[in-house]
Nanobody, 122 residues
Framework: VQLQASGGGLVQPGGSLRLSCAASGFTLDRYAIGWFRQAPEKERERVACVNSRGGNTYYADSVKGRFTISTDNAKNTVYLQMNSLKLEDTAVYYC????????????????WGQGTQVTVSS
């Protein structure tokens, strides 16, 4: 099971970015994929998750209405569309996988991609 996260960068407040999490070695129909972020001196938090087969999605209150998680099964990739970005969205973003469903706790996820830096700055 391998995950490859990409798409981070520098963006101004109010801007948008789309992160990608490409999965290899497994198919998404049996795995939940979560997006987490970690800012300096803060705990890693789950911002969004989609459970296996894309049945249900979950969002942190801080990103609801701004972020959208989606799955492209043909590409075995999960995306995180981030709109109306705020300064406080600055963090390293990670994608992670586990079987079937979407717990909040990062320790419940078995596989992690490398992080991608998102910096929101004017």
């Amino acid at each position: 099971v391998q995950l490859q996260a990409s798409g981070g960068g520098l963006v101004q407040p109010g801007g948008s970015l789309r992160l990608s999490c490409a999965a290899s070695g497994f198919t998404l129909d049996r795995y939940a994929i979560g997006w987490f972020r970690q800012a300096p001196e803060k705990e890693r938090e789950r911002v969004a998750c989609v459970n296996s087969r894309g049945g249900n999605t979950y969002y942190a209150d801080s990103v609801k209405g701004r972020f959208t998680i989606s799955t492209d099964n043909a590409k075995n990739t999960v995306y995180l569309q981030m709109n109306s970005l705020k300064l406080e969205d600055t963090a390293v973003y990670y994608c992670a996988a586990r079987n079937w469903y979407c717990p909040v706790d990062a320790s419940s996820y078995n596989s992690w991609g490398q992080g991608t830096q998102v910096t929101v700055s004017s």
